[in-house]
T-cell receptor, first 115, second 113 residues
Framework: NAGVMQNPRHLVRRRGQEARLRCSPM?????VYWYRQLPEEGLKFMVY????????ESGMPKERFSAEFPKEGPSILRIQQVVRGDSAAYFC?????????????FGPGTRLTVL | TQLLEQSPQFLSIQEGENLTVYCNSS?????LQWYRQEPGEGPVLLVT?????EVKKLKRLTFQFGDARKDSSLHITAAQPGDTGLYLC?????????????FGQGTILTVHP
């Protein structure tokens, strides 16, 4: 499967725990994006990363949320001390960025439920 | 904040009918993508339009980018039950805003056999 991979597909956490969401981009893609889809809302941009660099984190909440894309391995979205309002579907997308249009390809998402 | 307004929010039609979904903004976008999302899955890219006035066809789907690159439409001819799903438009920008797609709220299409 050459598509964007995300795991886990479903994650249940209790309030106060940490959630780690992983994303492996498509082969040949070096740009990764994270979006959040809340119930009854559209997809909202969170962060844009390249290998070892955060390019744009203007959509990330200021506290408890962090993201990384290390030189080796998947991109990680980390949510510390989760609260019920963090329950949502989190999608990762990747692109090649050749200077052309911003075509992003999405993974299947991680559904986070905070009890 | 650059907003993309999609309409209608819900669309329920019979098999064989035609339909159009609209995506409007007061902002200019350098590109406009249309995605389709099934329940429990991620959005799947259908098409990208980049030039004002551009028209692209994908079988029974026709996509158009407005001349001013502020709006777009998706027209489906002779809809089939397999077309049922959530349709999303997303605007892309260039320069320092590259990578930050702005999504519309989506149109939930239901095609009844």
């Amino acid at each position: 499967n050459a598509g964007v991979m995300q795991n886990p597909r479903h994650l249940v956490r209790r309030r106060g725990q940490e959630a780690r969401l992983r994303c492996s981009p498509m082969k040949g893609h070096s740009h990764v994006y994270w979006y959040r889809q809340l119930p009854e809302e559209g997809l909202k941009f969170m962060v844009y990363l390249q290998k070892e660099n955060i390019i744009d984190e203007s959509g990330m909440p200021k506290e408890r949320f962090s993201a990384e894309f290390p030189k080796e391995g998947p991109s990680i979205l980390r949510i510390q001390q989760v609260v019920r309002g963090d329950s949502a579907a989190y999608f990762c997308a990747s692109s090649r960025r050749t200077g052309g249009p911003d075509e992003q390809f999405f993974g299947p998402g991680t559904r986070l439920t905070v009890l | 904040t650059q907003l993309l307004e999609q309409s209608p929010q819900f669309l329920s039609i019979q098999e064989g009918e035609n339909l159009t979904v609209y995506c409007n903004s007061s902002s200019v976008f350098s590109s406009l993508q249309w995605y389709r999302q099934e329940p429990g899955e991620g959005p799947v890219l259908l098409v990208t339009v980049v030039t004002g006035g551009e028209v692209k066809k994908l079988k029974r789907l026709t996509f158009q980018f407005g001349d001013a690159r502020k709006d777009s439409s998706l027209h489906i001819t002779a809809a089939q039950p397999g077309d049922t799903g959530l349709y999303l438009c997303a605007g892309g920008r260039s320069g320092t805003s590259y990578g930050k797609l702005t999504f519309g709220q989506g149109t939930i299409l239901t095609v009844h056999p």
